[in-house]
Nanobody, 115 residues
Framework: QVQLVESGGGLVQPGGSLRLSCAAS????????MGWYRQAPGKQRELVAAITSGGSTNYAESVKGRFTISRDNAQNTVYLQMNSLKPEDPAVYYC?????????WGQGTQVTVSS
């Protein structure tokens, strides 16, 4: 059974930081490209950051320079370090794992930015 379990969300003040984690099980983690998506109320789900099985990364323009995605294949975990959080960053953040033939989603973790 494949599971992607996100953690690390919460309430933070503008300018603050959070680190999200996504622990994967039931997949050969190292061969999967991993991504973080987010969905705010009334908006479509959007890609925030992604990392390939080889470690190449890409980011949405809105988070470049503030967010960093990384992976630990030994721990089957992908991280999203979020710094300088802005009022437009709040959303449910979802972990995503994919290969050419498979794709899986986590259940999401809420990020709230408020003073």
């Amino acid at each position: 059974q494949v599971q992607l379990v996100e953690s690390g969300g919460g309430l933070v003040q503008p300018g603050g930081s959070l680190r999200l984690s996504c622990a994967a099980s039931g997949i050969i983690f190292r061969v999967y490209a991993m991504g973080w998506y987010r969905q705010a109320p009334g908006k479509q789900r959007e890609l925030v950051a992604a990392i390939t099985s080889g470690g190449s990364t890409n980011y949405a323009e809105s988070v470049k320079g503030r967010f960093t995605i990384s992976r630990d294949n030994a721990q089957n975990t992908v991280y999203l370090q979020m710094n300088s959080l802005k009022p437009e960053d709040p959303a449910v953040y979802y972990c995503h794992a994919k290969t050419i033939t498979r794709a899986y989603w986590g259940q999401g973790t809420q990020v709230t930015v408020s003073s």
